[in-house]
RNA sequence: GCGAGAGUGGCGUAAUUGGCAAACGCGCUAGUCUUAGAAGCUAGAUUCUGUGGGUUCAAAUCCCACCUUUCGCACCA
């Protein structure tokens, strides 16, 4: 007998199903659709561990889609704008566009070695394909068009390791860090392109109609940051000028005994009639501390007043209007009413500075000391509205401010527009001229794309390379002809991807983003990636969908039904995998030792998807064994060739084969990958067993053996397909249909009745008929010969039979 | 500080969702095979669900408190 030789029979079977393209797309339109997207990769180089962890249990379930007859999308393609090409070309003097394809390459070649089953020829999506990038740029010019995309100066996230600006969502934690290299980020007054997706603020909080995970949920509403809450206009005295200040509390209004501006707000300067010096220092300090690390709740509260007064559009009296620093222009109207009774930060401030601390609500079971005080209760102080819950003050306080044209209800947002230029060479360019006539133009779309420049420097000057070449930036205006500059920034590469599931159904259509005709492949049914995601790229696809929608280009406004999420894998010491901890597993050598059907499946029985985990070289070693014992119990002859099997035999092997089917089927559907594995185990176990029994000689051990490999199928594409052939079954495996389940077949017809007394396990009566009527049940635990003399001198209060389980008997 | 999740044998984990705790795998022990080792085969052991309380006939599962831990947010008015 031949020895199961993965190095042979893996790259074999690879050849053979690429050279018949076995995975070509289906283009019946009858058999119900699935759209499965895994987010493609960047091209880094070559496919770590975490990458086969990513996509091979994915391919799993698409595999097993098709065998129930679904007619799967399974798309792959690559992420290849970005920076670490650019990086590499500074350091080595490479060419990006080399590096970058050189790197794919490779990693095709390492998909294949993986058995994965994509729709890989005639939709390959590459971002940075001048195919691809003339079509983010057309879409920038939509977005443009229709007032989604503006340019605007202000302060914005600088990284100056990365040598670009950043967007909000980049920057991460309490230390502003580039969640690209974990340098801290310093601020930069530029000239940037934004995308309006404040405007959907609103509706990217409605996860109707979607099925996402709760975290994904929390991490996306809590980022966008609704609050609701009114804004106020303060008059100043002395002054046609008024401050608008917004506040989720108007109940608390009449505990407001100071006005606080952001050191940056633009009537400080206005405002400022006394200490003039020192408030300009304050305000500089305030920028450079910005520019430093910023530890911020710890730190004791700091302002200065501005010898300005305010009036109060209530009791008209003066309050004092100062700066501070825990106000944040970049949050509502960069000013606010402080009430140091009912707020922490104000009544902190309140305190350093002997401002009044007035109290105006009185929560039901306050000691008349505790404050600030946060809780509700009734308004005190407050005028006319004394005696009203403050919930209700908020509603009646809102309208009077209404009726005195003083202010009005109002959100607020935490969400920031997305800030999409990059000063970096490697991206999509962003097709907007610049003419001194004309202000800004966007590229006729016949002039798309705007090809990057090639033999460009790439020295990290902090502005983009492409300004370095003239022949890039000098072009003409397509309005009036005359000499013009093209705008020098690329495009974040989260805005590459954004919509390349649109391209993927057809990448070659050359006339439009995506093919219409394709497009009842649309929305995606089901997206597979990291979590890490969850406020950048997840929200800026919802996003892109929901404005394509409304320039019509699209006819849905999520673009991602069901998402899942799976874990991180781990090194086998429980750590992130890193090369400087050295714990990091190459797959390339995996694939030479054990093969790719071993790694897939490894990967999938470590443990939950979604929780990840770490890896270890010796449990690979159970699926080594476990398909070396698949190999053999196929093609290895049973030792017994004469008696007859028994119905029963014949049954429980019946038995277990379709409750496995139903559970391998389940499980694959639900991305319960491990108990698949551990289930299809069982099975191998229980055959291993029977082999040397009468029962291999019958039709249904026959019929037993090719379920099995059907099943196995999915998670090992290339043993499956290579015991398939041994047992004379026609090529290919992967066209056949999953096993049909028959629950009859896998029903039981006895049970293992268990019997506790007081709730503890006393004994357990094999083989109890499903028959048994419920009072023959408790009369078999009652007389039970080890049961029934615990009982003797004990008085029975209650038998409570669950029915097919147990039998408990309440004793005293 | 706020919010969300997770704690089960030596290890990775499972438990039909309130009903036999530990299936499956790793590791371990013994036997067998072998010139020997590895592999294989056979048999086996360990543990009692983070802690404390509650609900229930019955709790890994539900409720409360605490501990540990992972992740997210960071003066958001």
Not at 441 to 453: H, I, S, T, Y
Request: proline share 6%; glycine share 6%.
């Amino acid at each position: 007998m031949r020895k199961y030789n993965h190095r042979e029979i893996e790259p074999k079977w690879q050849e053979r199903w690429e050279g018949d393209d076995l995975y070509r797309l289906d283009t019946d339109r009858n058999k119900p659709k699935w759209y499965f997207l895994t987010m493609f990769p960047y091209p880094s180089g070559r496919l770590h561990i975490g990458h086969w962890f990513m996509y091979a249990p994915p391919d799993a379930k698409a595999r097993y889609l098709r065998m129930k007859g679904v007619n799967v999308f399974f798309p792959i393609g690559f992420d290849s704008f970005g920076l670490p090409a650019e990086n590499a070309a500074i350091k080595r003097g490479v060419d990006p566009r080399v590096w970058t394809y050189d790197n794919m390459d490779y990693m095709r070649k390492e998909f294949r070695t993986m058995g994965a089953s994509y729709n890989r020829n005639h939709h390959e999506v590459v971002t940075s394909d001048p195919d691809y990038y003339r079509w983010t740029q057309w879409l920038f010019i939509q977005f443009f068009k229709h007032n989604l995309a503006y340019r605007k100066k202000a302060p914005v996230d600088w990284c100056p390791r990365c040598n670009t600006s950043l967007a909000r969502e980049q920057v991460k934690g309490d230390e502003r860090r580039c969640d690209r290299c974990q340098a801290q980020v310093i601020k930069k007054d530029l000239d940037q392109w934004l995308f309006k997706i404040t405007n959907y603020a609103e509706e990217l909080l409605d996860f109707s109609g979607i099925e996402w995970p709760e975290r994904v949920q929390t991490l996306q509403t809590e980022w966008i940051g609704r609050s609701e809450g009114a804004e106020i206009e303060f008059k100043i005295e002395n002054s046609n000028s008024s401050i608008t200040v917004f506040t989720t509390r108007p109940d608390t209004v009449f505990g407001a005994t100071a006005l606080v501006l952001a050191p940056e707000h633009p009537l400080v300067s206005e405002l400022t009639t006394k200490n003039k010096a020192s408030i300009e220092d304050y305000v500089f300090q305030t920028k450079r501390a910005s520019e430093i690390e910023r530890l911020a709740t710890t730190r004791e509260k700091t302002g200065l007043w501005t010898g300005s007064y305010a009036i109060h559009p209530f009791t008209k009296e003066p309050i004092q209007i100062w700066i501070a620093d825990y106000v944040l222009m970049n949050y509502g109207t960069g000013a606010i009413m402080s009430v140091p009774a009912h707020d922490e930060r104000d009544f902190a401030f309140a305190k350093k500075y002997n401002l009044p601390i007035p109290v105006v609500i009185k929560p039901a079971n306050w000691d008349g000391q505790t404050l600030p005080n946060l809780e509700s209760g009734e308004m005190i102080n407050s005028g006319e509205f004394n005696g009203l819950s403050n919930e209700e003050g908020k509603k009646a306080i809102t309208e009077a401010l209404v009726k005195m044209n003083q202010g009005s209800a109002a959100i607020n947002y935490r969400l920031h527009d997305w800030l999409i230029s990059r000063q970096r060479y490697w991206g999509a360019p962003i097709p907007i001229i610049h003419c001194q006539n004309c202000g800004m133009q966007p590229v006729p779309d016949n002039q798309l794309p705007v090809l990057l420049p090639s033999g460009v420097q790439f020295l990290p000057t902090g502005e983009s390379p492409l300004k370095l070449s003239s022949e890039f930036k000098n072009t003409t205006c397509p309005k009036c002809q005359g000499k013009a500059e093209r705008d020098t920034d690329t495009m974040d590469t989260f805005v590459d991807s954004s919509w390349y599931w649109y391209r993927y159904i057809n990448p070659d259509v050359p006339n439009a983003f995506m093919d219409k005709d394709k497009s009842h492949w649309l929305p995606v049914d089901e997206y597979a990636g990291g979590i890490e995601h969850a406020t950048m790229h997840l929200l800026y696809a919802r996003f892109f969908a929901k404005a394509l929608n409304d320039m019509g280009l699209v006819d849905h406004r999520e673009p991602f039904k069901k998402l899942f999420n799976q874990g991180l894998i781990l090194g086998e010491d429980n750590q992130k995998m890193s090369k400087s901890r050295g714990n990091v597993i190459d797959p390339d050598k995996l694939v030479e030792e054990y093969g790719a059907d071993t790694i897939r499946t490894y990967l999938m029985f470590i443990g939950p998807w979604e929780a990840g985990g770490p890896w270890s070289s010796t449990g690979i070693e159970g699926i080594v064994r476990f398909y070396r014992k698949l190999w053999n119990l196929v093609l290895e002859p049973s030792s017994t060739n004469d008696g007859v099997a028994s119905a029963t035999e014949i049954r429980s092997l019946q038995r277990i084969l379709h409750k496995t089917i139903n559970k391998v089927g389940h499980d694959l559907e639900h991305f319960q990958f491990n108990t698949a594995v551990s289930s299809l185990m069982e099975l191998l176990n229980y055959l291993i067993k029977a082999k040397d029994t009468a029962i291999s000689q019958t039709p249904e051990w026959k019929e037993a053996i090719k379920t099995l490999i059907l099943l196995i199928a999915p998670l090992a594409p290339h043993i499956s397909e290579e015991l398939w052939e041994a047992l004379g079954e026609s090529y290919s495996v992967h066209k056949e249909s999953w096993p049909k389940y028959n629950a009859s077949l896998a029903a039981d017809e006895v049970f293992t009745l268990i019997v506790q007394i007081n709730g503890k396990l006393r004994e357990r009566i094999e083989g109890v008929s499903l028959s048994t009527t419920d009072e023959e049940v408790k009369e078999l635990a009652l007389s039970n010969p080890n049961v029934a003399p615990q009982l003797a001198d004990k008085e029975i209060k209650n038998v409570i039979y669950v029915a097919k389980r147990l039998v408990n008997i309440v004793v005293k």
